[in-house]
Structure formats: C-alpha cells, structure tokens
C-alpha cells in the first residue's frame, strides 16, 4: 500500500536541474496538460464547427532610424461559432511580454491555453536564466508549441498565431508568421491572418507607407480591420454602441504599450466621417444602391 506524501516538500521533478523551457520540463512532468496532448473524444472536430473561433489579426511595422522603429498589432472582438457570435468582446492580442505581443486566429480556447502557456514559458525562462529571451528565441519557442498543438489541429482545432516584437539587439521590430504544422516566416512591413486576412491584407497593401508614425500606423490598422469587417461576417467591426473597440498594441523600445479606448473611439471617429464624406460627396444623400430586380445568385437573406 503506498502512502501520500504528507511532508509538504515538493516533487524530485520539481527541484531537478534541467531545461530553462517550461513546455519541456511540463512535457516530462504531466504532458496531460499541455494543450496538444488534451484529450477531445476521439470524435474529431466539433460538430457544425460550434468551437468558437477567432478572428481577425493585422500587424504593421513603422517608424524610422532616426525616430524609432517599431510594430503594431491590432485585433478585432468578435468570435464565432457556425453563423453565430459567440462573443463580441473577445480579446485576441495579448502581451507575451515586456517587448513581444502574440495575435490569435483559429480555435479560440485552444489557443488562448496556448498564449498563456507561451507567456509562462518566456517568464519562466528569464527566471531561470536571468536575462529576456532574445525575440528569435521567442519566435521558435512559439513555432515548437505550436508543433505541438498538430493532433488538435488535424481534427480541426488549429491555432494560427501572429507573432510581433521589439528586437532589442537589433533596434526594431519584427514580424513573424507561422502555419498549424509549426512553420515559422518572418515577414516585412506588415501582414494579417484570420478569415478577415485577405481583405485587411488589401487594406494595408494601400495605406501602408514606410516612414509612418505610430499614431498613422495605429489608424491604418483600424482601417485595416475596418475593411476586413465590411466584407467578412467573421470580423466584427468597431461597436461605438455598446463602446467596444478593437484591441491595438504598440512595442517599441519602451515595451508594450495598449492604446486606450479613448484613442481609438477618436480614429474610428475620423475614419467614419471620412468615409461618410466620400460616400456623400459620389452619391449625394442617396443611398449607394436602389432597388434590385431579379435572381441574385445564391445569396441568403
């Protein structure tokens, strides 16, 4: 008969030396836990595609030598689940740490558990080697976690991060793409992911510019959002009714910063009478469209 431990000392595994990651030394100490080892039922993906899912992400460079080069990264609220919103407050760009935001497209549960992961496991690697990760380092621990998250995908949990961060050693930001099977790309200037991604991808291949400052670079990402709301039913656009406003990050030299609410009700402000001009200005005070005759393909109403 084996008896508890009473003693209140903690594990051998736990006072062990080993690995600075904390996804390793998880995977040695309770792999149960880590979210590519969940059990899901063996049934495959949820039915009718009810997981909710998130979308949509854009991140940008901007700046200049002079001034200070930096990223942003900006995500809408809404989650889905089939044709219905799960949630319309839901947040999907969070800090990784002091110089690093990570934005999340794919399975919404699945892959905040992973961010959180990811967060402790960049915490944990400063405690232990007492000095930041260098940002390479973050992109592929992230790429390795998500190589581990592959059996949930191929039954429809996929997670598709947008990783984004201020190279310190390097003095600028940095972007980072990857795919469920744990491919990592760097990518330049800007790029978007998520079911909103081809349009917000349009977006920004017109507004950006080099050179931009952080307060243009903060509205072309709204706008970029903007557009992919107008023609994704996934991607919800800002809500000033209920005062609920995409999430925008900034990382620069001095970390991760949030732009306030107030702030971004004031873009998305200039950005509605901006448009409303220019519909007004083509079409009078007339409706953009009249009434439609006929078949209309295979629309729904």
Do not use: C
Not at 9 to 21: I, N
Not at 88 to 97: L, P
Not at 129 to 149: C, P, Q, W
Request: aromatic share 6%; net charge negative; no cysteine.
């Amino acid at each position: 008969m084996t008896h508890a431990d009473t003693s209140g000392r903690l594990p051998d595994a736990f006072l062990r030396p080993g690995s600075s990651s904390f996804v390793d030394f998880l995977a040695g100490h309770a792999p149960d836990l880590l979210p590519g080892r969940r059990d899901v039922g063996g049934a495959g993906a949820p039915a009718d595609g009810l997981a909710p899912h998130a979308t949509t992400i854009v991140a940008l460079s901007f700046g200049t030598d002079d001034g200070g080069r930096g990223v942003i990264m900006a995500g809408d609220r809404r989650a889905t689940a089939g044709n219905l919103i799960a949630s319309r407050e839901m947040e999907k760009v969070f800090a990784a740490d002091a110089y690093s935001v990570v934005g999340i497209a794919g399975s919404a549960g699945v892959a905040i558990e992973l961010v959180r992961l990811f967060q402790l496991e960049l915490e944990h690697y400063e405690k232990i080697e007492g000095s930041l990760l260098s940002l390479d380092g973050k992109a592929n621990r992230l790429s390795t976690m998500i190589r581990g998250n592959l059996p949930l995908a191929l039954q429809g949990l996929a997670v598709v991060p947008l990783f984004a961060g201020y190279d310190l050693d390097r003095g600028y930001g940095r972007l980072f793409s990857y795919d469920v099977t744990g491919g990592r790309y760097e990518e330049h200037d800007h790029h978007t992911v998520g079911s909103g991604s081809v349009f917000a991808r349009g977006a920004l291949k017109k507004l950006w510019r080099p050179g931009l400052d952080a307060d243009a670079a903060v509205g072309v990402a709204v706008e970029a959002l903007y557009d992919a709301a107008d023609d994704d039913s996934a991607t919800g656009g800002p809500d000033p009714v209920r005062q609920i406003w995409p999430v925008v990050t900034v990382v620069t030299a001095d970390g991760v910063r949030r732009v306030a609410d107030d702030e971004l009700a004031a873009t998305v402000a200039r950005i509605v009478d901006e448009r409303g001009a220019a519909h007004r200005a083509a079409h009078g005070d007339r409706p953009a469209g009249g009434p439609r005759t006929g078949y209309q393909g295979g629309a729904h109403a």
